[in-house]
């Protein structure tokens, strides 16, 4: 008997949809993107630039990287992931999001010469850069920021909201939330002209050098038009136009985003209460951060089924959202996600990756990491553990590429363990959640015949519109 979960997410192209109807549900029609991301976080940008060839040959679009802009130097400039008292080397990954100034190169990554060279290596490699941006705060110590930042803003006090240095404590509050201070995180007067220009010819530096694409750090702490105005931005007489003019829509002062059609822009907008998902939508992306959730739920238990992964758990449309297994919050900051393996972390990487919706990313762990040495080699600036390559993500990256404009069919068998992505009558991806072996019958949309995976080369047979075969404990299978 099969428990049967299907659904499918029709593109512009017209091709029919196979689907089940053993209590199956069939979601709304959408177009989306083939793309891939790697966050390639904590490399530096030499790194980076030395790794392109691997980047690209894995099957990757776009890469991402940590914040470029000069940030607070903590612990003595000590490059530590994550550093402890007593440690022999200090330093912490996170000072590169307490920006000082809005200029290229920071201590941590590289200088602009190091980001220049990066993106002219991911040019000629055929992949375009993410960069991590992040105008909504500055250092918790103010007194290091710079006397550029502060005379272009027009001094100290017109640098924060009026509301900046007080802390969040109302979460859901969309005053609070948009105009407080986050975490000790100061917050930057947004709505400032003066700030705006200044940030976004900083925006305009990035993508004169080769960067196409940016992620907005702490996007929903940034007002929107239909948002609160603080104090400060109402004195001024000013208005809630951030977003437009990071996204190209408004210019300030004169000073519009270079090249707005070219470049790709989503927003770190977590999921919660009081979250304007849809508006924040119609500037950038978003973050599907409850997808990612409910996904690593199936993952741990094991089974497709321990979490609903039907609904993108998202008010936008997929092909608005960018989704991922893991961030690097939730590898670092709760380790939420650190106690999953890398092979479980792979399984979710296939899955969300095979599917026709979103824009993956895959998060870089550290080198030498493991489940019991969460920070491996503890070192900013190295290369991450080689799962960004390992032969089924590559497999599968492809897959997508492949399948680009396909409907997506998905079918589990009677106890989740084993997942099939199928896409048109083209190709399917074959998931084992579980950590035993598993031998399967499930219905496909492959035409008849005995086929070989990608990676494994193991055979499959089709017959009667069903596909059997083995699958070994936390292995996939992609075959097209």
């Known amino acids: 008997m099969l428990n049967m979960k299907t659904f499918s997410l029709i593109a512009a192209v017209a091709v029919a949809a196979v689907s089940f109807n053993c209590g199956a549900r069939t979601l709304a029609t959408q177009n989306t993107t083939d793309a891939t991301i790697l966050h390639a976080w904590s490399w530096s940008f030499d790194t980076i630039a030395a790794n392109m060839a691997d980047i690209a040959a894995a099957g990757y679009d776009f890469v991402q990287t940590s914040p470029a802009n000069t940030c607070y130097v903590g612990e003595n400039g000590g490059k530590a992931l994550f550093s402890e008292p007593g440690d022999e080397v200090t330093g912490k990954w996170y000072y590169y999001y307490q920006p000082i100034d809005w200029k290229i190169g920071n201590y941590l990554l590289g200088d602009r010469n190091s980001f220049?060279?990066?993106?002219?290596?991911?040019?000629a490699y055929g992949v375009k850069v993410i960069v991590d941006v992040l105008p909504n705060h500055t250092a918790i110590d103010r007194s290091a920021v710079t006397p550029d930042l502060i005379a272009a803003a027009g001094g100290s006090d017109k640098l924060y909201h009026a509301n900046g240095l007080t802390p969040i404590t109302q979460w859901n509050d969309r005053m609070e939330c948009t105009t407080g201070e986050m975490g000790g995180l100061p917050d930057v007067n947004t709505e400032n002209?003066?700030?705006?220009?200044?940030?976004?010819?900083?925006?305009?530096?990035?993508?004169?050098?080769?960067?196409?694409?940016?992620?907005?750090?702490?996007?929903?702490?940034?007002?929107l038009p239909s948002d609160p105005l603080d104090p400060a931005v109402e004195a001024?007489?000013?208005?809630?136009?951030?977003?437009?003019?990071?996204?190209?829509?408004?210019?300030?002062?004169?000073?519009?985003?270079?090249?707005?059609?070219?470049?790709?822009?989503?927003?770190?907008?977590?999921?919660?209460?009081?979250?304007?998902?849809?508006?924040?939508?119609?500037?950038?992306?978003?973050?599907?951060?409850?997808?990612?959730?409910?996904?690593?739920n199936a993952l741990a238990a094991g089974s497709y089924l321990a979490d609903d992964l039907d609904s993108w758990h998202h008010p936008a449309s997929p092909k608005r959202l960018v989704t991922w297994v893991e961030s690097h919050d939730t590898y670092c900051n709760e380790h939420e996600s650190a106690g999953l393996t890398d092979d479980q972390i792979r399984m979710g990487w296939v899955f969300l990756t095979a599917r026709n919706g979103g824009n993956p990313l895959f998060f870089s762990r550290?080198?030498?990491?493991?489940?019991?040495?969460?920070?491996?080699?503890?070192?900013?600036?190295?290369?991450?553990?080689?799962?960004?390559?390992?032969?089924?993500?590559?497999?599968?990256?492809?897959?997508?590429?492949?399948?680009?404009?396909?409907?997506?069919?998905?079918?589990?068998?009677?106890?989740?363990?084993?997942?099939?992505?199928?896409?048109?009558d083209k190709g399917v991806a074959l998931i084992n959640m579980s950590n035993k072996q598993q031998k399967f019958t499930l219905p496909t949309t492959l035409p008849a015949g005995t086929y070989a995976d990608k990676v494994y080369?193991?055979?499959?047979?089709?017959?009667?519109?069903?596909?059997?075969?083995?699958?070994?404990?936390?292995?996939s299978a992609l075959i097209y």
Not at 203 to 210: A, F, K, P, Q, T
Not at 245 to 260: D, I
Not at 278 to 289: K, Q
Not at 366 to 390: C, I, M, Q, T, Y
Request: aromatic share 10%.
């Open 116 to 123: 220049k060279a990066m993106c002219d290596s991911a040019r």
């Open 457 to 475: 080369g193991n055979s499959y047979k089709v017959s009667d519109g069903k596909i059997s075969g083995t699958l070994a404990p936390l292995t």
């Open 236 to 296: 001024a007489g000013l208005t809630n136009n951030f977003w437009p003019v990071a996204t190209g829509m408004e210019a300030v002062k004169g000073l519009s985003m270079l090249m707005p059609d070219s470049i790709f822009i989503y927003g770190e907008v977590l999921q919660d209460k009081n979250v304007k998902e849809l508006e924040y939508s119609e500037y950038v992306d978003l973050t599907a951060s409850s997808y990612g959730h409910a996904l690593r």
């Open 193 to 223: 002209p003066d700030f705006q220009y200044y940030y976004m010819q900083y925006v305009n530096d990035l993508i004169n050098l080769g960067a196409r694409g940016f992620r907005y750090d702490t996007a929903k702490h940034i007002g």
């Open 366 to 424: 550290p080198a030498g990491s493991s489940r019991e040495n969460l920070w491996g080699n503890n070192l900013v600036g190295p290369k991450g553990n080689d799962e960004f390559r390992h032969p089924e993500v590559v497999a599968v990256n492809k897959f997508r590429h492949e399948m680009a404009g396909l409907p997506e069919t998905v079918v589990t068998n009677k106890g989740g363990q084993v997942v099939e992505v199928a896409r048109g």
